[in-house]
């Protein structure tokens, strides 16, 4: 590389030639991959249902991985994320309850499915028996694909739904989900 493209800069890239150069992993699918559980047509108490069972998924892994992991800023980091994932729970609890759902959220879901899967659309049980293989980098690699497939649901979330009130909850939750994936990035370059 060349003195202007590396002047006192680690990890740069050259994106010469696009897309069409790049030999790594790249999204695929039509643009509403990942919205296996929403449909266009679904109710906003479903929507919210649905978006609680996946953070009520999110927070049994974290608390998964807070007990296992050994590396003390990993834990810290997933720790701090169940009381997230708890507050994202409450804000899809008063949304619900804001919107008339009168009956429990878990009345909505398909049979069980409250916390049996997490955003991204992976099965709790599933995910920690991998992560029990892997080091702490790993661990994080698949928690960045599984936060940033919940920030790109809930954007389309707040784009599917009609009501302000929720379309607002569902930014902020796509805000939320940023954030965690800022504080991950964070942690995996400090550890590179």
């Not at 030999?23 to 643009?31: E, I, M, W």
């Not at 694909?145 to 979330?157: F, P, R």
């Amino acid at each position: 590389m060349g003195k202007l493209l590396d002047a006192g800069f680690k990890n740069v890239f050259s994106m010469d030639g696009g897309i069409s150069a790049w030999n790594g992993l790249v999204a695929g699918g039509p643009p509403d991959a990942g919205m296996a559980y929403f449909s266009s047509d679904e109710r906003t108490d479903t929507l919210i249902a649905l978006a609680w069972a996946l953070e009520e998924g999110s927070r049994r892994f974290y608390i998964g991985l807070a007990g296992s992991m050994t590396d003390v800023e990993g834990k810290v980091l997933f720790t701090e994320l169940i009381t997230a994932e708890e507050r994202h729970k409450a804000s899809l609890l008063a949304l619900y309850h804001g919107t008339g759902g009168s009956d429990t959220i878990e009345q909505l879901l398909p049979g069980g499915a409250a916390g049996d899967v997490m955003e991204g659309g992976v099965r709790v049980s599933e995910a920690l028996e991998w992560t029990a293989r892997r080091d702490s980098a790993d661990i994080l690699d698949l928690s960045i694909a599984l936060e940033s497939n919940a920030y790109d649901l809930y954007l389309k979330m707040e784009r599917t739904v009609k009501d302000d009130h929720a379309k607002r909850v569902f930014g902020m939750l796509a805000e939320e989900e940023k954030h965690h994936l800022d504080r991950m990035t964070s942690l995996i370059e400090k550890k590179a």
